[in-house]
């Protein structure tokens, strides 16, 4: 069974920063093998995507609503994903999650990605 464990949110003004982490396990589970990516959702609106990575790290996405802000990367030695997130905005507020996609090359679609994680709220006051 694949775990994908999000920390890291919590309340900030805006204008401030949060990082993400997610850390994912399972007994057969290869992170290497994995695209990983960030996905938001606000209360009622549709989730969207935040950012992704390929396995090795060198390659990024970000949407373009977070270009210049927010930052995506791996450390593969320790199964966890990061997003750093700076020069935040109330309209960044929404449950973010970690998702894993197997074999992916880490593009926007949902349907590439596997696993998800519960998610982790982050909220952000004006």
């Known amino acids: 069974q694949v775990q994908l464990v999000e920390s890291g949110g919590g309340l900030v003004q805006a204008g401030g920063s949060l990082g993400l982490s997610c850390l994912a396990s399972g007994r057969t589970f290869a992170f290497i093998g994995n695209a990983m990516g960030w996905f938001r959702q606000a209360p009622g609106r549709e989730r969207e995507f935040v950012a992704a990575v390929s396995w090795s790290g060198r390659n990024t996405n970000v949407a373009d609503s977070v270009k210049d802000r927010f930052t995506i990367s791996r450390d593969n030695a320790k199964n966890t994903v990061y997003l750093r997130m700076n020069s935040l905005k109330p309209e960044d507020a929404a449950v973010y999650y970690c998702?894993?996609?197997?074999w992916g090359s880490g593009t926007s679609n949902t349907e590439e990605y596997m696993y998800w994680g519960q998610g982790t709220q982050v909220t952000v006051s004006s």
């Open positions: 998702a894993a996609a197997p």
